[in-house]
């Protein structure tokens, strides 16, 4: 027979106000401004903002691009 011990997690609430709310998201908005982002969802790689036409095979030829690259100037 084995015991079962149940731990409880404690439960954290966080209010904030609506002000609060609209604060963060405009600083968030501001920071993506600043970096360029236009649209949603937006990639770096590498620091340089890259292109991806949707498609998966299109997002793994940069990254391996760029990882051939990392390694070929070491």
Not at 7 to 14: E, S
Not at 24 to 30: F, L, M, P, T
Not at 35 to 44: E, Q, S
């Amino acid at each position: 027979m084995t015991d079962q011990v149940q731990a409880q997690q404690p439960t954290v609430t966080l209010t904030l106000t609506v002000d609060q709310v609209n604060n963060i998201i405009n600083a968030d908005e501001n920071a993506g401004n600043a970096l360029g982002v236009d649209a949603t969802p937006t990639f770096y790689l590498n620091s340089k903002k890259i292109q991806v036409n949707n498609s998966v095979q299109d997002f793994s030829k940069l990254i391996d691009a760029a990882l051939a690259s990392s390694t070929a100037s070491k």
